[in-house]
Nanobody, 121 residues
Framework: QVQLVESGGGLVQAGGSLRLSCAAS????????MGWYRQAPGKQRELVST???????NYADSVKGRFTISRDNAKNTVYLQMNSLKPEDTAVYYC???????????????WGKGTLVTVSS
């Protein structure tokens, strides 16, 4: 079994910073990618940022230049450093990981339970 545990969410004022962490644990053979998605009230879940095991990154246009994703492969952990936060960044942030539990198994995406980030004006 696999689980993802997020931490670091909270309340912050506009212009402030916050760092999210997500650790994957359980039966893991290999991890293809890890990343962050978010869902704001009344909106669909959207991609924030992803990073592959080869350290290839991508970002949503709305966060580019403000957020930075990083990864510690030895710890199966992904981080999201969020700077210059805006009220529109308010959302539940979900960690995701695409991985295989066995060498012959399928590539499966797992999700964390989410952590709430609230940015006040």
């Amino acid at each position: 079994q696999v689980q993802l545990v997020e931490s670091g969410g909270g309340l912050v004022q506009a212009g402030g910073s916050l760092r999210l962490s997500c650790a994957a644990s359980g039966t893991i053979f290999s991890i293809n990618f890890m990343g962050w998605y978010r869902q704001a009230p009344g909106k669909q879940r959207e991609l924030v940022s992803t990073i592959t095991s080869g350290i290839i990154t991508n970002y949503a246009d709305s966060v580019k230049g403000r957020f930075t994703i990083s990864r510690d492969n030895a710890k199966n952990t992904v981080y999201l450093q969020m700077n210059s936060l805006k009220p529109e960044d308010t959302a539940v942030y979900y960690c995701a990981a695409g991985l295989r539990s066995t060498g012959g198994g399928a590539l499966t995406t797992y999700w964390g339970k989410g952590t709430l980030v609230t940015v006040s004006s």
